[in-house]
């Protein structure tokens, strides 16, 4: 769901002038750096326990990393500019994903002008650190989330094919810029419109016809340009009984994805898990876990990958007491993930949304705020940098995966 980007933020990037890409071993201006791969393990820095949580990860064949930001000139946020922060991404990760550097509203001030200072930062430092690098997103097909200049576009005389040059031009222009870097992207993000279960309608999907013209094109134009990445639709649905109506729908999206012969390789699980209210049964959020295996026999069912793209927890209904709440978090991510890697066989890499709490976007979401005005503690790590129970859980679960 990834809702921090703010709007002066916004106004900052589209401020910047667009940069060339500056690869790693002297690649000049406009060529591809080499492709990189997922380091060895190694010794971690003080407070990050040893193995790290990829290194647990690529016993199984999988990369375990986290998004991250670039935010030159302040060395207080989560971001490749924080030591502290870094030292733990380096510790634990083997997979970076740009938190918002990707997104339209940060890639596109104008129709006509890119800037991808803060995203090449990101792949120049990923790169130093031979960490993997994927990218998120290619098209998030929310008009909250569109660039304003998209929203108000005129398509002219000839909308469909003015829309089909807009959104092939930007694909191509991304992916060839990462050519060779980037392997894994999520191509569409969050397409669903809930209050009419159906895909969302934007300024490009009235021009082109329908939302399914929009999201086919996206995926075949990365195709064409990435024979061999894995493209991945990307949505926010978990386990939570709240959420089996948005499983609903986004089943329906993807039966009509492989209907169509939509080059879709996997479906993007955001696992944004949440306790909005406590099960007496069991201490925690309620889960429907029968319902979201069904959910993920069907997604796997019709050949589709699983990834867990943005995972964090929600603690709004758990009391205040820190020691407390750190062991229940803990408890529901363990349950989860111990459901998720009884699918181990459909499912590739994982991705916290930040592995601090203090940088955590969950901080700024009302619908995630508690009552308390306590920090939302959600992630991996606290806000001074230790490890909390939940970091374990992930480790203990990944362990017995193997």
Known sequence: MDKDFTLSRRAALAGMAAMPLIGCGGASAGTAPAPISAPPPAAGPAGVPQPGLHALAAKGGRKFGSAIASSPGNP????????????????????????????????????????????DEIVRWAQENALAVRGHTLLWHRPQWFPGWLNTYDYGANPVREAERLLTEHIRTVTQRYKGIITSYDVVNEAIDHDRNAPIQTSMSRAMGSPEAVIDLAFHTARAELPDAQLVYNDYMSWEPQHLKHCADVLRLLEGLKKRGTPVDALGI??????????????????AEREWRRFLDEVTGMGYRLLITEFDVK??????????????????????????YDYSAHLDDVLAWGMVDRFNWLQGFDQ?????????????????????????????????AG
């Open 76 to 119: 207080a946020a989560g971001s490749i500019q924080n030591a502290a922060y870094t030292a733990i991404i380096k510790g634990e990760c083997g997979l970076v994903v740009p938190e918002n550097e990707m997104k339209w509203q940060a890639l596109r001030p104008s129709p006509t002008a890119y800037t991808f200072d803060r995203m």
């Open 270 to 287: 955001q696992s944004h898990i949440e306790m909005f209210a406590i099960d007496p049964a069991t201490g925690v959020g309620p889960y």
């Open 315 to 340: 603690d709004k209904a758990l009391p205040a007491n820190i020691a407390q709440r750190d062991e229940k978090v803990a408890d529901f991510a363990r349950r989860y993930f111990e459901v998720m």
């Open 368 to 400: 995630a705020r508690r009552a308390d005005g306590q920090e939302v503690r959600g992630t991996p790590y606290d806000s001074q940098y230790r490890a909390k129970p939940l970091r374990n859980a992930l480790a203990t679960v990944i362990t017995a």
